[in-house]
């Protein structure tokens, strides 16, 4: 990509270098995966770990066969899909908040993760089940609410502009979910009523393999894009005059966030807030500079989202609530204190 290089002065914490918060993520991180192998309705110790991932289980240890059983065939990939899908999901937040030039940009607001849902649903509802299909329609759905939002919030300056097209894209999208959800047969609305609450429950070795490495080379690419998501903050005349080509700029953030986003949401439904908490945590840590915020964010993204699968298992075992709720139970009051405050961090 061209333009000049650009980077930000980092107002954050001088404490955390970006370094040092980068391998304080990592550090929890790991604490948050070893509590989510080892806690749940199957409760595993930490010490067998390392045998029940590498060692051969004896055949008369019947214990140790079913711990090995829920961690290789149920924890391990659910945790592995958190990570995946929480550091995606804190990446397009901050490339929202970059290409809308608004703080409180994120996926889901914006109704990018509504119009993959309707994708997906529509796909459901009229019989085609296959992920191979969901994938397509719920990236055609987050292009096209993505644009949407783009186009009709620049008509207005500030935050409202944004925010009054995602509350219109998103109330004709869930408005076309519910006449699905209406149409469908009790199969289908079983699985619709618990997915469109966001779910991990349905991550195995399968999907990952296909996922993984979609989503990790996309987000390798978006790492990329650091130098033009500066010169965004700095409003598009300075960026034009620092040499970035703007409107192909544009265009490529808002396809790679679908790309991103429209894929994750057939998989897991409607997961919201994780693209807006968490940047705007890691922005008060350091800065505003995309070199730094953009990794950093996915770390974060990816510490939430674990954190909040572990807090949805564990908190009414032996069944589990749907993640979404989790995730909007804590970042709905986050977004009120950012509208309560008047200037966003």
Same mark, same amino acid.
């Given at each position: 990509?061209? &333009?000049?290089?650009?980077?930000l002065?980092?107002? &954050?914490?001088? #404490?955390f ?15 948050? #995966? ?15 770990m390392?045998? /029940?991932?590498?060692g !051969? ?16 065939? @149920? ?6 899909? %958190?990570?995946?899908?929480?550091? @995606? ?19 889901? #607001? @914006? ?11 529509? *796909?459901?509802?009229?019989? =085609? ?17 993505? $644009? ?10 500030? @935050?409202a ?15 076309l979910? =519910? ?5 469908? !047969? ?14 991990l429950? =349905?991550?195995?070795?399968p ?14 690419? +978006? ?5 033009? /998501?500066?010169? /965004?903050?700095l ?19 808002? $396809?790679?966030?679908?790309?991103? *986003? ?8 409607g997961? &919201? ?12 840590? /350091?800065?505003? !500079? ?6 950093? %964010? ?5 510490? +939430?989202l674990?954190a909040? !699968? ?5 908190? $009414?075992?032996? %069944? ?10 804590? =970042? ?5 204190? #950012? ?5 966003? $961090?």
């Amino acid at each position: 990509m061209s &333009g000049a290089t650009l980077t930000l002065a980092s107002p &954050g914490l001088s #404490l955390f270098t970006p370094l040092r918060a980068v391998l304080a993520l990592a550090l929890v991180l790991l604490v948050l #995966l070893l509590l989510s192998l080892s806690h749940g309705a199957v409760g595993i110790p930490l010490q067998a770990m390392p045998q /029940l991932l590498f060692g !051969d289980i004896p055949a008369d240890h019947l214990e140790m066969q079913l711990w090995q059983s829920v961690l290789l065939e @149920v924890r391990l990939p659910r945790a592995l899909f %958190a990570i995946l899908a929480g550091g @995606v999901l804190a990446l397009t937040g901050v490339l929202a908040q970059a290409l809308f030039r608004n703080p409180l940009a994120e996926p889901a #607001l @914006v109704g990018m993760v509504s119009g993959g849902a309707l994708g997906a649903v529509g *796909v459901i509802v009229l019989g =085609g089940g296959s992920f191979l299909l969901l994938a397509p329609a719920a990236f055609i759905g987050s292009l096209i609410t993505t $644009v949407c939002a783009y186009h009709l919030g620049r008509r207005y300056p500030g @935050v409202a502009g944004l925010l009054l097209a995602g509350v219109a894209i998103n109330a004709i999208c869930f408005s076309l979910i =519910g006449l699905f959800t209406y149409l469908a !047969d009790d199969t289908q609305l079983r699985t619709l009523t618990f997915w469109n609450m966001g779910s991990l429950a =349905g991550a195995r070795w399968p999907l990952l393999a296909w996922l993984t490495p979609w989503l990790l080379g996309l987000s390798l690419l +978006a790492l990329r894009y650091w130098r033009g /998501l500066n010169a /965004l903050l700095l409003g598009e005349r300075e960026a034009l005059h620092l040499g970035f080509p703007i409107k192909a700029l544009r265009r490529q953030l808002i $396809v790679l966030m679908a790309l991103l *986003v429209g894929p994750l949401v057939a998989a897991t439904g409607g997961i &919201g807030f994780i693209g807006l908490v968490v940047p705007h945590l890691v922005r008060m840590v /350091l800065g505003a !500079d995309h070199r730094s915020l953009l990794p950093a %964010a996915m770390l974060g993204g990816a510490c +939430a989202l674990l954190a909040a !699968d572990w807090l949805a298992r564990i908190a $009414v075992m032996p %069944a589990e609530l749907p993640i979404g709720i989790v995730t909007s139970l804590i =970042g709905g009051p986050f977004f009120l204190y #950012l509208l309560l405050k008047g200037r966003p $961090v």
